[in-house]
Each structure stands twice: as C-alpha cells, then as structure tokens.
C-alpha cells in the first residue's frame, strides 16, 4: 500500500492552471489523452525529470491539468528543457484536487503513466514510464483507465 | 519476480486475506497418473449452455421450486502455467433451477480482469492466494486480481459472486452475463467485501473485509444499498475467512496464523504460533468501538455457524476447527498438482463465550465442513447444523445434520465415488427440519455433476431426488438458496 500512497502523494495535487507553451521553451509537448471514461473533472497531470523526482525524492518539473471534456483530451506544456521525463497521471473525477483512495488508501480514480506503462503492483516505474522530449514539438499519447 | 515488492502494497492489492497459502516444495509424485478426484479441480474451458437435467432417481417433491445459485473456481491452468492454490481459479456461476417438475442448469465464468488478462497472456500471471505474479501482469488495484470465485450472494434482486480481497462482482441473476463490480460509493472502490456475509431475520447484511489489523465492517440494507461502513482495528493481524454474529453482536474469531513478515509467496507471511491462543473478539453491533476479547486455546479454521445469545448473555456458535492450518496452507495448493498432502480434519466445536469472561469448546467429535443452518433463525437459538462429512481422501462423501440438542447425527454417505459439495436448508414450513437440503456433487464414476433434494428431516434416507449434468464440474465452494 505504501507505493499506492506514494503515487498519490506524487500527483495529489491542488487543481491548477492550465499551463500554456511558454514562448521560449526549448521544446513544446502535447499530451494527448484517450479512454476517459467519465466526462467530468480534470486530469491531472505531474512530469518528472528525474527518477529521483519521479519516485518521490523531488519536486515535479511541471504540474499542469486539463478538463476532461470528452473522451479525448489534449494538454499542452511548454518550457520543458529538451531531455528525459516521466508523467503521472490521475483523472481527479470528482474536482476535489485529489486523487480519490478508499478507507484503506487504495486508489479509486482513474490514473495512467507515460508510455501507458502499467504498474505490476503500484506505480509503474520510471523506466518503463520515461520517454524523450526532443527540440520543437513532441506528442505523446496516454490512455486513461 | 525481479522487481522489488514493496510488502504493503502488496498485501494490499490482495488483501491480507489473500496470504492465506502457500506454495510448498512439495513435489507431485513423479510419474504419478492423475488421482481419481482429479476431476475435482479439472479445467472448465467455456460457459455452460443452459441444460435441463436427467432425473435419475425418485421424484420432484410437490411444490418444490428453488434456485441455487453456486461459486466455484474452475480454471487453473494456462498455457503451461497453473494456479498455485484451489481457491485461486477463475469463478464459475453455477444456477440450479428446480421447478415445474424438472430441474435445469446454467454456469458462466465471471468476466474478471483476471480472467481477461489470463485469457490474452494465455498463462496464470496474477497473484492470489498461492499464485505468484507472472510476466505480463497488470494491477492497478485489488479487483484486478479479483477471481470472483469463492460464494454467492441476493442483495436486492441483485446478484454477486463474492471473492474476499475485493469487491463484489455483479452479474445478471437470469443469464449470469458480469455486469461489473459492485461500487456503493465512488469512494469505496477497490474495498474487499468478503465471501462470508450475515444476514439477520430483517434481511440486514453484515460483512468484513481486508484483514491484517485494519477490518472494514459493512452493514448493508435488505436491498442491498448501504447503510454504514467503517474500518476499524483488530488486536492482531490474524488471517480469518468467515465471521459469525448473533442478534446484537459481531463475532471475529482470530486464530494464531498471524501476517509478521513478508515474504514471497504470500502465505509464507502467515506464521502459526499455537502459543497464542486463538482469540474471539465480540463487537456491539449498535457501537463498533465497544468489544470484548475472550481467550481460547489455539485452534485454526475456515468456516462458522450462525450463532446466538442466551437470556444470561451467554454466546454461542459453532465452527469446524482445525488443530492447524495445514489445509490452508499446502493442502489446497497441492491440490492443483494432483496431490493430496493429507491434513488435520475439520470438527464441528461449539465455542460458548460466557459472561463473566470465560470461554469454552464443546466438541460433537464429528468431521465437518460447510456448515449451514435455517437462515430463518439467523442470530437466534437454534439446533441444527447441517454440513458435509465422511472425508475419505481430500474430499467429503457424505452429508450429515448435527444436532446440538440430542447429541445426534443424521447422515448420508454418498459412497466412494461421489464428491459431496455444500448443502443448503430450504424451509417447507415450521421447524428447523422441515424442510429440503438442496446440494451438489460430483460423480467421479459416471463424471457427471449431480443435483440432490434430501428431506431434512430423515437425511440418512438419502436423496428423494438425484439429477444428473451431461458434464462433470469442478467442486465449487459456496452458494445461495432462493425461491422460484
């Protein structure tokens, strides 16, 4: 349950800004959202740039979220230096800015990582979940269930 | 598994309750041809089409007309790979139908995300009771590797086939088609609701889930919605399948098999300290924070009787006590390997809690298993307990009834080529005899499975009618009783 615990800790985070491309970031990414399920709330989204960071040793490199309108949603975030990052996500349904858990701390809205990489027992790790970000514009697909 | 395993999130997804076996050295005699219960935990590869049944012998009683619903695991092997443990096979539905002068059958697998991934990895990759995680797994949460496999419940013309490390899984009462996890409230997702609820005279649900030292406490209404749940704390972190209760009070009984390490597989977790004693831990339904604990000598067990309170406060229930968790443990698993490692029989002990703080065991000095009683006299004083016996081998062949009051037992035995499954009581009017024991078993020497009414009044005369499938099915483990 702990690493449950620590991936909320990592992504409960207070609804935020939307972020918009920065005009002098290095590189620009599109996260592009699919398989929501439930048409309300926002998904929330943290990136990592470090695995340190990702498995809760730092800070994220960029917090952002999008409403989660339809089935398919996009998130733009801008200033991200080119290099190595990792996202995790959660589909905060409810708008309250946290990733809902039951009475024992399990997990009960939806939550994905980059590359859809799938946790076996908990958060996917930054390994499967890490992908590149290169100079000019990146997009990067992720389901969420 | 290479990743490292962080032990609570583990015994988290699978609930504490998951930990409950273990996967021994033990080796399947080399060369050794199947056993003859082999059948017993054989693969079922698809759904059952609906079929009427061959009545084989005497007749439908008058006005007999009764559903039984049934769950069981009856896929443990993929692509080479196999299930660690009995009790981790896909759940099959199994719906008996008597009316009308005949009796008919359906059974459909629960549609789990188990049984999904399992289906498309073609191998046994998710973890369970004695199963360990394999190449390809994916789990976001308890019910992904929720078998849905282990009893059955009615809640509000709804129907769900209950596992005990997560949700209870919905499916449609007439075509058995998985409708999905049942979810109260969002916020209750991914909550273990036990294979083992009780139900007062009302129609009032009780049932726990989880185990280790956090326990959720549910209270349901006869239609199923929810009344209250609350998670509260137990003084040690024994594993327990089954709860009891009376009209007032909760009974959690916790045997000395207590999660104090982890490691892999789970069951290895579990660590059996007779010198604890077993603990009976007795809560106010009205005010869950108010308890009393009563001490016992140690014991280990998987299933209770409904109990009751005496004018004096005296407590009593029954349960089928085992002298360690061998069963459990290896017995089960080796199962699935085609061994019997034999274990210590289950026996039907009365346990009294008497006011004045002091326990006690009475022994019928009768093997039993699946005990079951007149869910009309559920939390009241009653004499009867119905269950299966004449274990011959890993299973039981014959079925009986106890009687607290005279000391006497009731029985039918089957004989050698019949593996008894549970028996339940289907009240005709007045009385804890009056009426039908509705059961199944499995016909190893004509491999069919076959449906049985008994008058529960003169058990020992055997079947007053016998049914036969074209097809032999696993044993299953528990099922429900309905009218019509």
């Excluded at chain 2, 016992?296 to 005296?314: I, K, V």
Aim: with cysteine; hydrophobic share 40%.
């Amino acid at each position: 349950m702990t690493r449950f615990r620590t991936l909320i800790a990592a992504i409960a985070l207070t609804v935020p800004a939307i972020a918009t491309a920065s005009p002098d970031a290095a590189a620009s990414l599109e996260l592009a959202f699919n398989g929501i399920e439930s048409q309300q709330g926002m998904i929330m989204i943290a990136i990592f740039a470090s695995e340190d960071a990702y498995n809760g040793k730092g800070a994220p490199a960029k917090v952002t979220g999008v409403p989660a309108t339809s089935a398919s949603v996009k998130a733009m975030v801008g200033g991200l230096p080119v290099g190595r990052y990792a996202a995790k996500i959660f589909h905060d349904i409810d708008g309250d800015g946290k990733m809902g858990v039951n009475p024992f701390g399990l997990p009960t809205e939806p939550f994905a990582f980059s590359n859809d990489a799938k946790g076996e027992m908990g958060p996917a790790s930054w390994a499967a979940a890490a992908f590149e970000v290169k100079a000019g514009a990146n997009v990067h697909s992720i389901s969420i269930k | 598994m290479d990743a490292p395993i962080n032990r609570r999130s583990l015994l988290g997804l699978l609930g504490a309750s998951a930990a409950s076996a273990v996967i021994t050295p033990d080796r399947a005699l080399a060369g050794a041809t199947p056993p003859g219960w082999a059948l017993a935990v054989a693969d079922i590869e698809a759904d059952i089409v609906p079929q009427t049944l061959s009545l084989i012998r005497g007749r439908v009683p008058d006005g007999l007309a009764a559903t039984l619903y049934r769950n069981g695991p009856a896929k443990f092997r993929r692509g080479g790979t196999a299930s660690g443990h009995w009790f981790d096979g896909d759940g099959l539905m199994r719906r008996w139908q008597i009316g009308d002068g005949k009796a008919t059958l359906a059974a459909r697998f629960a549609d789990t995300p188990k049984r999904r991934l399992e289906t498309k990895a073609n191998a046994i990759i998710v973890p369970g009771f004695g199963t360990l995680p394999g190449k390809g797994l994916e789990m976001t949460g308890p019910d992904d590797g929720n078998a849905a496999n282990t009893s059955v419940m009615l809640a509000g013309g709804e129907l769900w086939a209950l596992w005990e490390g997560g949700s209870a899984l919905q499916l449609d009462p007439d075509s058995l088609e998985t409708r999905g996890f049942k979810t109260h409230r969002p916020e209750l997702r991914q909550m273990p609701f036990s294979a083992h609820p009780r139900v007062e005279p009302d129609g009032t649900i009780w049932n726990f889930g989880g185990n280790g030292k956090n326990c959720a406490i549910w209270k349901l209404n006869a239609n199923g919605s929810l009344s209250q749940v609350k998670v509260i704390d137990l003084p040690r972190a024994s594993y327990f399948h089954d709860f009891t209760m009376t009209a007032r009070h909760l009974i959690i009984v916790l045997q000395p098999w207590i999660q104090e390490k982890f490691v892999l597989p789970l069951s290895n977790s579990l660590t059996w300290s007779p010198e604890k004693g077993t603990q009976v831990l007795i809560i106010d339904k009205d005010d869950l924070t108010k308890r009393r604990i009563f001490e016992l000598p140690a014991f280990s067990f998987f299933h209770l009787g409904d109990g009751w309170e005496e004018s004096d406060g005296t407590i009593r229930f029954d349960g089928c006590l085992e002298a360690d968790p061998t069963f459990g443990q290896r017995t089960a698993s080796a199962l699935i390997r085609g061994e019997h490692i034999p274990a210590p029989r289950p026996m039907l002990t009365q346990i009294v809690l008497r006011p004045h703080g002091k326990a006690d065991m009475v022994a019928a000095r009768v093997v039993a298993e699946f005990p079951a009683s007149d869910k009309r006299l559920s939390g009241n004083l009653r004499s009867i307990t119905t269950h299966v016996t004449g274990y011959r081998g890993p299973f039981p062949h014959a079925v009986a009834s106890w009687d607290w009051q005279t000391g006497k037992s009731d029985s039918h035995d089957f004989g050698d080529y019949q593996l008894i499954e549970e028996f339940l009581f289907h009240p005709r009017g007045e009385g804890e005899r009056n009426g039908w024991l509705i059961g199944t078993s499995l016909n190893l020497k004509a491999k069919r499975t076959e449906l049985h009414v008994l008058d529960a009044a003169r058990v020992a005369a055997g079947p007053v009618a016998t049914w036969q499938a074209d097809l032999p099915l696993p044993i299953s483990f528990h099922g429900t009783l309905a009218r019509g």
